[in-house]
């Protein structure tokens, strides 16, 4: 399909496209909001309102983040849908599934139309919302729109308000008749609790924040995920771990293609160790656990055992992450940074851009039924992030869009860049331009080919 009116059309040329598993030099003309073309081999055909030239740059679809908390409506002060999708935007993220535990939780329909009229004024990327389940609303799950949604999300073990889910009978409802994928955050509530009250007894209400992977320990993930495991099993459920945190986790993702395992990006860079240095800013849900977990994580990337790499962006103000264990918020913002990271580890050997991309944008779109994004191809959708290893730059307060105005990678120096975002055919980013604040992305259609 060449659509050749050259008003319309944008040729991307000279780079090295990396798409469906293959690197390879190439070009992509662009045309209205679609992929007209991908020139492999040979030259583009027709003319051209404008020729970007990528040479130097390598062009991957835009990353779909499948796990992100923007914090609206009712948390606004932490991060907005504004600020958070320009923080997307400027780190090749084109594509996001936000999280239900805002306030209003997103567990009524109208919570969730609400967060559709919200993003549709304000979001520079493109936009959808889990919808979250509790003890009492599985009787919803029938009127929810499958077409505009990716799924419902879980809390097995995360006391977010009514959104833990701890009734037996309620946890096999659900597995048993859900329409829709299943995300499930596990921990295990009760060792939880007890942990805590063994740790506040030895060492007072605020145990200091090398407790906090004792007290969300490997054993509270391990329990919570081989139960979800076990119901998903039961009742042929397809259903996706958020952010596994250990390596005995993993080895339940190896023989059940309905069972995947998603990786944050913040467990693939940090362990331990790391508490050091950085205390309650790495502090999340699950904890950041031992160099053991995270070298089995990232080992997960290229052997099958994950199957999507997310970031679990949460914002908090830093006054907010004061404390310790008992004290400090748990969570990070990531989504800025989450692409020159991942592409650093590539140079590290962690994994090859290939297995990268297909964690990051195809798998993403795959599992939970995008329609049209995550590949480059022609007729999909225009997400492109363009990006260039070069000139090595500085995470500072400066470069940071999320409202919060932090970040636990600041100092790190990185070598990737993201030189432009294409979203829907526009460049809502360009490198040493920032964020086109006029864009407005679209949301995002799944599963269109079913009845």
């Not at 879980?154 to 048993?176: A, C, H, K, P």
């Not at 859900?178 to 007072?204: S, V």
């Not at 975002?421 to 079913?450: H, L, Q």
């Amino acid at each position: 399909m060449h659509r050749q009116n050259s008003n319309m059309r944008t040729l991307y040329s000279n780079a090295t496209i990396i798409n469906e598993g293959i690197s390879q030099r190439g070009a992509i003309v662009v045309s209205g909001d679609l992929i007209d073309e991908v020139a492999v081999g040979r030259p583009p055909v027709g003319s051209f309102a404008e020729e970007i030239d990528c040479e130097g740059c390598t062009i991957i679809p835009g990353v779909i983040d499948e796990h992100v908390h923007f914090r609206e409506p009712g948390l606004t002060e932490k991060a907005d849908i504004e600020s958070e999708s320009r923080a997307a935007a400027r780190g090749g993220v084109t594509s996001y599934f936000d999280m239900p535990n805002t306030v209003p939780q997103t567990t009524t329909l109208g919570a969730l139309e609400e967060k559709f009229r919200l993003a549709a004024q304000k979001s520079h990327v493109n936009y959808s919302f889990f919808f979250g389940a509790t003890n009492d609303n599985a009787d919803l799950f029938a009127q929810l729109p499958k077409h505009r949604i990716p799924g419902i999300k879980l809390f097995m073990g995360s006391s977010t308000g009514n959104m833990l889910v701890d009734r037996r009978e309620t946890l096999e409802r659900i597995f048993r008749e859900t329409p829709l994928p299943l995300m499930a955050h596990c921990e295990d509530t009760a060792i939880i609790a007890e942990n805590m009250r063994q740790m506040k007894q030895t060492y007072g209400d605020d145990p200091d924040i090398w407790a906090h992977q004792l007290i969300r320990s490997e054993q509270a993930c391990m329990e919570s995920t081989r139960l979800a495991y076990e119901l998903a099993a039961l009742n042929g459920t397809r259903l996706h771990v958020a952010h596994v945190s250990t390596a005995r986790e993993l080895d339940l993702f190896r023989d059940n293609p309905q069972i995947t395992a998603e990786a944050c990006v913040g467990h693939l860079v940090f362990s331990t160790v790391d508490y050091r240095d950085l205390g309650s800013l790495i502090k999340v849900n699950p904890a950041i656990k031992s160099v053991i977990d995270r070298e089995a994580l990232r080992a997960g990337l290229s052997d099958g055992r994950v199957t999507t790499i997310a970031t679990d962006h949460a914002p908090h103000l830093l006054s907010q992450k004061q404390g310790g264990a008992a004290r400090a918020a748990s969570g990070m913002p990531m989504i800025q940074f989450a692409l020159p990271q991942m592409l650093q580890l590539t140079d590290e050997g962690v994994l090859t851009k290939e297995k990268m991309v297909e964690l990051m944008c195809h798998n993403p779109a795959r599992l939970f039924g995008v329609s049209r994004r995550g590949y480059i191809r022609e007729g999909y959708k225009a997400d492109l992030a363009i990006v260039r290893r070069g000139q090595p730059w500085t995470v500072d307060k400066q470069c940071i869009e999320s409202k919060c105005g932090w970040s636990p990678l600041e100092g790190r120096t990185f070598d990737w860049a993201v030189e432009r975002t294409v979203c829907n055919g526009r460049p809502v980013y360009i490198n040493k331009v920032g964020v086109d604040r006029s864009c407005i992305g679209e949301e995002i259609a799944f599963r269109e080919d079913e009845d």
